[in-house]
């Protein structure tokens, strides 16, 4: 696939995918918790081992994290996972990191869920989309994008009226367990090791900002973001 932009060290980039024909990609925990996993696996200069990745349902959750990775091929700032897709807000940290890091995550949860529910063929949507974020007026909406992105399974027009139910918006985005936004809200979990801040623009100082930034959005243009 020829992009419209090259990866380049130390920019970032909005880099989604979904399922084929829009497919559920996951089904459940065990599936988010998979794909995770290889987040945190897949960013890392050594190869993948294949016995690894298959014996990975024999260790604990916590201890995949544990795992050294040596040195690592992207810095992620955001994440969220939808039932059909997934959002990464990346930073390009060594040549092809993005590159690298996107085929071992694509390959590797493909390996699995084909295995785990005995079907063939490609998971996802073609080769994973990415966009340069070259201005920070983009790095801001992304930001907010990424962590609202959960409100689309409970109000489904969230994107034309963010504030249409504040109060109850905020208390399913702080149980939505699948997205950095807790990790953002200063929860101690295992995940928040996925995300590296400080390679980062710093938009808020402490958790009412980030929660006060990220809900500032009164309507998102969706063709702008992605």
């Known amino acids: 696939m020829l992009r419209k932009h090259p990866f380049i060290i130390g920019q970032y980039y909005h880099v989604y995918n979904r399922g084929v024909d829009k497919r559920i990609i996951f089904n459940n925990k065990y599936d988010y918790e998979r794909f995770l996993m290889l987040l945190h696996l897949s960013n890392s200069s050594k190869p ?3 016995e690894q990745l298959l014996n ?3 260790m604990e959750y916590v201890d995949i994290f544990k795992i ?4 690592i091929l992207v810095s992620i700032g955001s994440w969220c996972l939808m039932p059909n897709h997934f959002h990464l807000l990346l930073r390009e940290e060594v040549e092809n990191g993005i590159s690298q890091f996107m085929k071992k995550l694509a390959t590797g949860y493909a390996m699995y869920f084909n295995l785990k529910n005995e079907r063939s063929g490609s998971l996802f949507q073609g080769p994973f989309k990415s966009k340069y974020i070259g201005n920070d007026n983009y790095m801001r909406k ?4 990424i962590h609202l992105n959960p409100l689309e399974i409970k109000y489904p027009s969230w994107k034309e009226n963010i504030k249409q139910d504040k109060i109850n918006s905020k208390k ?3 149980l939505y367990r699948y997205s ?3 990790d953002y809200l200063g929860y101690e979990r295992i995940e928040g090791n996925l995300i590296n801040q400080n390679e980062f623009p710093k938009y808020f100082s402490n958790t009412k900002d980030f929660q006060d930034f990220v809900e500032g959005f009164t309507k998102i243009n969706e ?3 992605i």
Do not use: P
């Open 48 to 50: 993948f081992v294949i």
């Open 56 to 58: 990975l349902q024999n």
């Open 68 to 71: 050294d990775r040596g040195n």
């Open 142 to 145: 992304l930001f907010s994008y």
């Open 172 to 174: 399913f985005l702080s």
């Open 180 to 182: 950095s936004y807790l």
């Open 223 to 225: 063709d702008i973001i």
